[in-house]
Every structure is written in structure tokens, then in C-alpha cells.
């Protein structure tokens, strides 16, 4: 897959930085087209309330001012992170349901560039990344509102287990695997999940090798750790900066009530990760 269209949602905060950097990034390596696209939302019209109706027009003009605020401050963030470079850009500011505009966009998109959901969020509330990953069947790069990483793609780690969501996100990271430095895949209790074969991790190494991708097979087996800690604690140990993994192998609602790899991944992460779904 060609990389010629990538998407970064960016808001007035600074976690919108390194989301822009990395999107940056991936447009200069592969003569991608980036879009930045900022999501206004309505303003917020409270229930009616016979006290407070002489009001409303002010508080809806109070909140459209810091709506139009946050999008030229987003907007700015986006200039000052493109302004030295020769790449092909586009801006967007659009107005609607956050969660829908952003899911409208990403359809068009080869990658997207999202933040890791923040439970302290402002007035957007977007149902990011789950949203994008659910409805879109495009993969997400969700960067971490705490990056404990300084590079971007060149020691990447990929959470293998032999099933369809980690299969395709290896196909949609293939670029980016291509040109790291090191890839290494990992799967933990390979003997527990799918068919892996006699040397675990081996026959997607040599699908990789034809590729052109150099990946190390790197199984592990433990009864000390769950799946989703021995892979956050690998990444850790490694020095990894982008981790690749299949998104939500159980239903949303089985993770959301029983714990999950991606939703732990989610919540815990403090590297970017592509997943796909």
C-alpha cells in the first residue's frame, strides 16, 4: 500500500503537536498529501428553563466565540508545524458532531492520526480512537497525551497473534515497516492463541522478508504477566516507538465489561501505536 493521504486531527492543545509531527513526518517520507482537520461542535443549548431563556442567545454566543477560538488556535498549530516544509497540505475546519465529522473525513484517508482518549477531555468529548477504529476501516495511529518515545517508526514492534486484525494491521503498516530500522514481532503465549506453527512467529517473519522488512521473531511465554502488560512492558524495555496491533479481536462491549488487550493498550500507552480493525 501506497501512503498518499493521511489525516490528523488536530485540536488547540499542545497534544495536537506531536500527532502534526508525526503526520509531518510520514508525508516527507512517502510525498503524502496531509490534511489537518479541526472539528467544531454546536453550541451546547441548554433544556429549557423559563428563568433562563432571556440568556440563551448570549451563552450560545459566548460558546460559538470559543468555538471560532479553539479552530484558529488549531489552525495555527497546524501552520507552525508545516511552515518550513515543501509537502502538499490541506487545512480543514469543519462544523458538526465531532465524532461524525472525523469519521466522515477519515474515510478518505490512508492513515489517521488521532490522540489517545483523555477521560479529563474539553468540550469536544469525541469518541476517539475507539470511534475511528469501529467505523471507519481505515487504521488509526493513536499518539499518547504522555510519549515517553522521540522517534517515530524507526524500532517498531509488532503484536502478533495469528488473527485477522493483526494480520491486517501488518499489511496496513507495511510501508512504515519497510523503512525502520528494526522490527521486531513479539507474540506472547504463542502455544494459548491461533495456529503459529512449529517456530512461532517464523512464517509471518519470512512474508515480511519478501517485503523487503528485516523482522526478528521474538516469542515469549509467561504466567507472570497478562498479554496486553507483556506487551506494553516489552515496548518499554526495547526502546520501541511505534507498536503495530490488531484492534478489538473480542466485541467493544466484551472488552469494555471483561478488560481487553486493545482497550488496556489504549488507556495505558505511552507510545504511538497503529492499530487496525
Partial sequence: MAIKDILVHVDSTAKSDLRLKIGVELAERNEAHLVGLHAKPYPYIPPAAPDLSPIYGELIDDQQRLIDQDAEAAKKRFDDALRHTNISQEWRAVTGDPSEVIRRHARYADYVIVGQNNAEADRQAVDLPEGILLTTGRPAIVVPNNPNVKTFGRNVMVAWDDGIQATRAIHDAMPILQAAENVTVLAVNPADTGDHGAMPCADICHHL?????????????????????????????????????????????????????????????????????
Fill in 209 to 277: 522478508a519478501r517485503h523487503g522488512v528485516k523482522a526478528y521473531a521474538y516469542p515469549v511465554t509467561t504466567h507472570e504477566f497478562t498479554t496486553e502488560h507483556m506487551i506494553l512492558k516489552r515496548a518499554f524495555e526495547h526502546g520501541i516507538d511505534l507498536l503495530v496491533m490488531g484492534a478489538y479481536g473480542h466485541s467493544r462491549m466484551r472488552e469494555f465489561v471483561f478488560g481487553g488487550v486493545t482497550a488496556h493498550v489504549l488507556e495505558h500507552m505511552q507510545l504511538p501505536v497503529l492499530m487496525s480493525h
